[in-house]
C-alpha cells in the first residue's frame, strides 16, 4: 500500500472537541469522586502559596513606598569625616542636599545628666518622609528640623530628666530650649539611636556647643535627592567620583532593621508554605497512579473506537491543565483571605501601612498548580495513550507503567522548579531538592528491604495474606508507605518539633535578661555600687572592667588603617574597649580555637579575628593609656551576644591590663516600668551613663513571637497537605483490594478472618511509617536547630513513641472505614467489577 | 483507494456482486507460552464477510473466537496471513493507522459491556460520538437509548442498572455511532437466556434498521443460525482451525 493510501480516520479530532471533551469529562470525574484527591491536594498548595504571596507582595509594596522616607532621603553618603566637599559637588550636579550629624553625647539639665543620641540637621532636611513632633498633647507632621537655639527630645529623654516643653538644657557649652516632643524621625539611624534616646538640634549649632573637634567620633551623613524631572542617573555620576571609602546608600538598599528580619521571616514562609506545596506532590503522586488504573478501560475504549493515542495524551494533559485552573480559582481565594491572617499577626509590626494586594500572587499560584500537577501526576498518566486497545477483550492486559527515571526525574525537575521559584536561590534549590530526594528515595529503599526481609519470615493465615499483598508489589508498597512516612513526618515536625524548637528560640532572651548597661563606672564607685544593686535587690551582670586602646602593631608591623578598607578600616580606626579574662570563661563564650589561658597573651573574638584576619599565635600591641601592652593571641571565641551581658572583643591576661586606668561597665535586669529606679540610680552616681535596651528587647521579642505565630500559622497548610497525603496512601489500590477480598470470601474466608488481615496490614504499614517518621523528623528538628536557627537541641525521646503511636493510630481510623467499604457489596458484584 | 482484493481460497458463499467490507486470508495467531514454548492459538483462517452481511463465529471456549474477533477489528496483529477491513490492508498499518481504520467505522459490543463506571448511561452512550466531534451528540445519544427502550434511565450509572440494561445500553452505544461493521463478542454471556433472547432480538432488529454488517461471536447455534453464514472455529493441539458453516 501506498503512503498515500494510509487510513485517514473517519472523524477528525478538533482541538475545540479535545478542549470540550477534556473538560466534560474532567466534570464527570470530579463528580464521580475519582480526581477528588489530587484536586484537594492542589487547592492546598495553591492556597498556601497566595498566602505567602499575596502577604509578603504587600510588605515589599508598602516597603518599596516608604523606601525613601526610610533614608529621608534619594540617596545617603556617610563618612566619619566632614562631607562639605561632596555636598558642593553634589549640588553642581543639580541635586538638592542637606547635611547631618550624629553623635552620642550627654545633656545636664539641672542635677540631671542622661546620655543621648545627638543629631544635628541642616536646613531642608528631612528630603523626603516626615517629622513627628508633639508639643502638647497632640501629634503633627512637620517636613523641617528645630530651630537655632531649640531642641526636641525623645519622650523618654524628658521622662528621665523630669523635663517639660519649655525647659532649657545644657548640650555642650550651650544652653537650648526643649521646643517639642520628638515622636518619629524617617532616618531612625542606628543601634546607639535606639538605646539612647534622641535628642535633634540645628546643625547651625554645632560650633557653638564646642562638642564637635577633629578628633570627635561623629558621623557625618550627606543626605542627597533628586528633584522632580531629573534623572535618577545623577546619583550614578556622583557615585562614580566618590573615592572608594566613600558610596551612596539607596533606599532600596538601605533597609530598616526590621526589613532584614522581614525579608528572612518570609523566606522562612515561603519556605513552609513550600513544605505543603512539595507534600501536595507526593499526594499527587499517588493519586494520580490510582486514577492511572481508573483510567485503563476508558482509555482502551477509546482506542478501540479508533481514537489516535496522541490525542488520548492530548486529552488527559489537557484535563490536568483543567484540574489545576480549577483547583486554582478556590485555592487562590482561600490564600487571599488566609493572608488577612499573616497580615494581622505582622503587619502591626511595621509602621506603615500594607497596600492592597496586587494580582502577581495570582499568577504565581496558578503557575505552582500548574508545575505541580504537570511535574507529578502527568508522568504517571503518559502511557495512557499506550493503553492496547485489545484490553476490551482481555482485562489482564494494560498499558505499560511508566518508566522510573521518567516518573522521578519529572517529579524531581518540578520540585527543583517549585522551590526555585519560591526562594530563588540555587543553593537553597539544591539543597531542599537534594534533601527531597534522598530522604523519599531512603524511605523507598529502607521500606523495600524491610518488606523483603519480612517476607522471607515464616508466617500463617491471616498475618501471611496482609503480607504478602504488601510484597507481591513492593515498588508500590514502598511508595505508599514512604509518602506515608513524609505526612507523618510533616506531622511530627509540626506537633512536636515545631512545639521544641518555638520553645527554645523563645526562650534565646529569657524574659529576665539584663536589660540596662551601665558604662562610665569609676574604679573607686565599684564598691559603692554593688552594694546599690544589693540593698535595691537588682541582679547585675558583675563589674567588668574596661579599658580603652588604639590597635597600633601587628606582629611588630605599625597598623595603618589607610591600607584597610570597609569594615576593618573603621575597627582599626577607632578605640577598642579591652578587657580582662576572668579566670573562668563565661558560660556565653565558647573557645573555637587556642585554650583558654587567663594568665597569658589575647583571646579574640571570631568575627572580628576573621574581619581583622588575626590568627592564633599573631602578636598584637594595644596602646592602652598611653602605654603599649603587646602579647600573643591565645584563644579565638564566639560570644552569644544575645545573653545581654557585657562581652568584649578582646581580653588581655591579667597582669597585660592595669587595673587603675580602668573603667567598668555592668548590665542589670530592671522590672518595668523603671524610670524612678532610674532616676535613683542616676542621682546616686550622676557620672554613670544608662543604656535602655528595652525598646529593643521588646522588639526583638515581639518579633520573633510573631514571626514564631506567622509560621505556624503557615504549617497549617502543610498539615493539611498531609493529610491529603496520608488519604491518598490509604486509598492507594483501595479497587484491587476490594477485588481480592472478594476471592477470599468466595474461598470462604469470615468476615472477621478478612478484617484481621486488614489490620495486619496496617498497622505494619502504621508502624514501618511512624519509625521512618520518627527518626527522619529528629533528624530533621536537629538540622533545623543546629544549622539554620542556630539553637542548642536535645533530642526528644518521646518523638517515636508519638510516631508510632500516630501510625497505629491512622490504622486504627481507616481499618473500619476500609472494612466497609471491602465488605459492603456480595463477593459476586465485587468480582463481576 | 483500497486496494484490489486478492484471491482468497478458503472464502465459501461468497455474494458475486456484494462489495466486502472484511476478509481475512490464512491468518494465524502464535504466542510465546511460558517457558517460551511458542503456541500457536489459530491457523490459517480465512473468511470473508460482504456488506450488510451477518457472519457467526462458532465455536467451543477456548477455540479462538476472542483471538480472531481482535485481529479481525484490528485490536491486534496477525503473526501470518492477512487482513483487510473496510478497503484497508491492517498488517501494514501501525496501532495509530489501525485506530483510524476503526475509526467511525468500527462499533463494538462485548460480553461484559464495557461501560464506564463513572459515566451515565446517556453519558456512555454519547462518548463515542463526542469522540467523533458530533454537534449534536446528546441528542442523538438520547434517541439511541429511546431505540433500546432506556429513555428513563439517562442519568443511571451503570452499577444501578441490570445486566441486560447494562447491555442495551452497550447496543445504544454501538449504533449510535452507525458504523459500517459491529463485532459483537459473546454479547449474551452474560445474561440469562431469556434476557439474552431479548438482547439478540433488538441487536437484530437494529442491525437490519441500520444496514450494519455484523461479525457475531457466538457458542450457540440457535443464535449463529440468525445470521446469514458462519463459520466454525475447532479448537486443536495445532491451533484452532476455522471452517464455514451452515
Redesign the interface.
Known amino acids: 500500500?501506498a503512503i498515500a493510501?494510509?487510513?485517514?480516520?473517519?472523524?477528525?479530532?478538533?482541538l475545540f472537541?479535545l478542549i470540550?471533551?477534556a473538560w466534560?469529562g474532567l466534570w464527570?470525574?470530579l463528580r464521580?469522586g475519582?480526581l477528588i484527591t489530587m484536586f484537594l491536594a492542589l487547592l492546598i498548595a495553591v492556597a498556601a502559596v497566595t498566602a505567602v504571596g499575596f502577604f509578603t507582595d504587600r510588605v515589599d509594596a508598602g516597603m518599596r513606598a516608604q523606601a525613601a522616607e526610610f533614608l529621608a532621603a534619594d540617596g545617603r553618603i556617610e563618612s566619619p569625616d566632614p562631607l562639605a566637599a561632596w555636598q558642593q559637588k553634589a549640588q553642581a550636579l543639580g541635586l538638592t542636599t542637606t547635611q547631618t550629624l550624629e553623635f552620642p553625647t550627654v545633656i545636664l539639665a539641672g542635677e540631671h545628666t542622661l546620655l543621648v543620641s545627638l543629631k544635628a540637621v541642616g536646613a531642608g532636611y528631612p528630603l523626603r518622609g516626615a517629622l513627628t513632633i508633639s508639643t502638647e498633647a497632640q501629634n503633627r507632621q512637620i517636613r523641617q528640623g528645630p530651630e537655632e537655639g531649640r531642641v526636641w527630645l525623645a519622650p523618654r529623654a524628658l521622662a528621665l530628666l523630669d523635663l517639660n516643653v519649655g525647659d532649657s538644657v545644657q548640650i555642650g557649652q550651650k544652653q537650648f530650649k526643649v521646643s517639642a516632643t520628638l515622636q518619629r524621625e524617617p532616618d531612625v539611624g542606628n543601634f546607639l539611636a535606639q538605646a539612647a534616646p534622641r535628642a535633634m538640634i540645628n546643625l547651625a549649632d554645632i560650633p557653638t556647643t564646642g562638642l564637635v573637634t577633629p578628633a570627635s567620633r561623629v558621623t557625618h551623613y550627606l543626605l542627597l535627592a533628586v528633584p522632580s524631572g531629573m534623572s535618577p542617573s545623577v546619583l550614578n555620576t556622583l557615585a562614580k567620583s566618590l573615592p572608594a571609602d566613600l558610596s551612596i546608600e539607596r533606599p532600596e538598599n538601605s533597609q530598616p532593621a526590621f526589613k532584614t528580619a522581614f525579608d528572612r521571616a518570609a523566606r522562612f514562609l515561603g519556605l513552609a508554605a513550600m513544605v505543603a506545596v512539595l507534600l501536595a506532590g507526593a499526594a499527587l503522586m499517588l493519586a494520580a497512579q490510582q486514577y492511572n488504573r481508573?483510567q485503563q478501560?476508558?482509555a482502551a475504549?477509546?482506542?478501540?473506537?479508533?481514537?489516535?493515542?496522541?490525542h488520548i495524551l492530548y486529552l488527559y494533559t489537557l484535563r490536568l491543565v483543567f484540574l489545576a485552573l480549577l483547583a486554582a480559582v478556590p485555592g487562590i481565594a482561600l490564600g487571599g483571605l488566609a493572608q488577612f491572617g499573616l497580615s494581622a499577626l505582622l503587619g502591626s509590626l511595621l509602621d506603615f501601612q500594607l497596600p492592597p494586594p496586587t494580582w502577581l500572587p495570582v499568577g504565581f499560584g496558578v503557575s505552582i498548580a500548574l508545575v505541580a500537577l504537570l511535574g507529578f501526576a502527568l508522568p504517571s498518566l503518559i502511557r495512557l495513550q499506550d493503553t492496547?486497545?485489545?484490553r476490551?477483550?482481555?482485562?489482564q492486559l494494560a498499558a505499560p507503567p511508566t518508566a522510573a527515571v521518567l516518573l522521578f526525574g519529572a517529579g524531581l525537575l518540578a520540585i527543583g522548579l517549585l522551590v526555585w521559584l519560591q526562594a530563588r536561590d540555587a543553593w537553597l534549590t539544591t539543597y531542599v531538592t537534594g534533601g527531597m530526594v534522598i530522604s523519599f528515595g531512603a524511605f523507598i529503599g529502607i521500606v523495600w528491604l524491610l518488606l523483603q526481609a519480612l517476607r522471607r519470615y515464616p508466617t500463617r493465615g491471616v498475618a501471611r495474606f496482609g503480607l504478602a499483598r504488601l510484597a507481591r508489589s513492593p515498588w508500590s508498597s514502598a511508595m505508599q508507605i514512604a509518602a506515608l512516612t513524609l505526612g507523618l513526618t510533616a506531622l511530627l515536625l509540626l506537633g512536636v518539633v515545631r512545639g521544641d524548637l518555638v520553645a527554645t528560640w523563645q526562650n534565646q532572651i529569657p524574659n529576665d535578661a539584663p536589660n540596662f548597661f551601665a558604662i562610665n563606672i569609676q574604679p573607686d564607685q565599684v564598691p559603692e555600687l554593688t552594694r546599690f544593686f544589693k540593698t535595691n535587690h537588682i541582679e547585675d551582670a558583675g563589674l567588668v572592667a574596661m579599658h580603652r586602646a588604639r590597635w597600633t602593631t601587628f606582629n611588630g608591623k605599625a597598623v595603618n588603617a589607610d591600607q584597610l578598607t570597609g569594615q576593618a578600616k573603621r575597627l582599626a580606626e577607632r578605640e577598642f574597649n579591652l578587657s580582662v579574662m576572668p579566670e573562668h570563661l563565661a558560660a556565653d563564650n565558647k573557645i573555637v580555637a587556642g585554650s583558654w589561658q587567663p594568665d597569658a597573651g589575647w583571646s579574640v573574638e571570631q568575627g572580628i579575628a576573621k574581619t581583622l584576619h588575626w590568627q592564633l599565635g599573631d602578636e598584637l600591641t594595644f596602646l592602652v593609656n598611653g602605654t603599649p601592652v603587646t602579647a600573643a593571641i591565645t584563644s579565638i571565641r564566639t560570644v552569644d551576644w544575645n545573653s545581654m551581658r557585657p562581652n568584649f572583643f578582646v581580653l588581655g591576661s591579667a597582669g597585660l591590663l592595669p587595673r587603675q586606668s580602668a573603667q567598668f561597665i555592668t548590665s542589670f535586669y530592671l522590672p518595668s516600668p523603671n524610670v524612678e529606679q532610674q532616676k535613683a540610680l542616676l542621682r546616686a552616681f550622676p557620672t554613670l551613663t544608662l543604656f535602655d535596651l528595652n525598646q529593643i528587647l521588646n522588639e526583638v521579642r515581639t518579633l520573633i513571637l510573631r514571626a514564631s505565630q506567622a509560621v505556624q500559622y503557615v504549617f497549617l497548610f502543610t498539615l493539611l497537605a498531609g493529610l491529603v497525603v496520608l488519604l491518598s496512601a490509604f486509598a492507594a489500590g483501595e479497587a484491587e483490594r476490594i477485588r481480592e477480598t472478594a476471592v477470599l470470601r468466595v474461598l470462604g474466608a469470615s468476615h472477621r478472618q478478612i478484617m484481621n488481615s486488614l489490620w495486619f496490614e496496617f498497622i505494619l504499614i502504621g508502624l514501618l511509617s511512624g519509625l521512618l517518621a520518627s527518626i527522619a523528623a529528629g533528624g530533621l528538628g536537629a538540622l533545623l536547630a543546629l544549622k539554620l536557627f542556630d539553637l542548642p537541641w536535645v533530642l526528644d525521646w518521646h518523638i517515636p513513641l508519638y510516631g508510632l503511636a500516630a501510625g497505629v493510630l491512622l490504622a486504627a481510623l481507616f481499618v473500619p472505614y476500609l472494612g466497609r467499604r471491602v465488605l459492603a457489596l456480595p463477593p459476586a458484584r465485587s468480582l463481576?467489577? | 483507494m483500497p486496494p484490489e482484493p486478492q484471491t482468497i481460497s478458503h472464502a465459501a458463499s461468497l455474494p458475486e456482486d456484494s462489495a466486502l467490507i472484511l476478509r481475512a486470508l490464512r491468518v494465524s495467531k502464535t504466542v510465546t507460552a511460558p517457558g517460551n514454548e511458542p503456541l500457536t492459538i489459530l491457523r490459517e483462517a480465512s473468511l470473508t464477510v460482504a456488506t450488510g452481511e451477518a457472519v457467526a463465529l462458532m465455536g467451543a471456549s477456548g477455540a479462538g473466537k476472542s483471538t480472531l474477533l481482535a485481529l479481525l477489528a484490528g485490536l491486534d496483529t496477525p503473526t501470518s496471513g492477512e487482513v483487510e477491513l473496510a478497503g484497508f490492508t491492517l498488517n501494514n498499518l501501525n496501532e495509530d493507522e489501525r485506530a483510524a481504520v476503526r475509526a467511525g467505522r468500527v462499533g463494538f459490543v462485548f460480553q461484559s459491556f464495557q461501560l464506564i463506571d463513572g459515566l451515565t448511561a446517556l453519558e456512555n452512550v454519547a462518548l463515542p460520538l463526542e469522540l467523533q466531534g458530533v454537534p449534536d451528540s446528546t441528542a442523538r445519544a438520547k434517541s439511541a437509548l429511546a431505540e433500546v427502550g432506556l429513555s428513563h434511565r439517562l442519568h443511571h450509572l451503570p452499577k444501578v442498572l441490570s445486566g441486560g440494561e447494562q447491555q442495551r445500553v452497550a447496543l445504544a452505544r454501538a449504533f449510535a455511532g452507525t458504523p459500517a461493521i459491529l463485532f459483537a463478542d459473546e454479547p449474551t454471556g452474560s445474561l440469562d437466556t431469556a434476557t439474552g433472547e431479548r438482547i439478540i432480538d433488538l441487536l437484530f432488529a437494529l442491525r437490519d434498521r441500520h444496514q450494519t454488517s455484523l461479525v457475531l461471536v457466538t457458542h450457540d447455534p440457535a443464535l449463529a443460525a440468525r445470521c446469514n453464514r458462519g463459520y466454525r472455529l475447532q479448537g486443536g493441539v495445532q491451533g484452532g482451525e476455522l471452517t464455514p458453516w451452515q
Do not use: C, H, I, T
Open positions: 500500500m493510501d494510509r487510513p485517514k480516520p473517519a472523524f477528525k479530532l478538533s472537541s470540550s471533551l466534560r464527570r470525574e464521580s475519582a481508573l478501560d476508558p475504549l477509546m482506542r478501540a473506537f479508533g481514537v489516535q493515542s496522541r492496547p486497545p485489545l476490551v477483550l482481555n482485562r463481576r467489577g
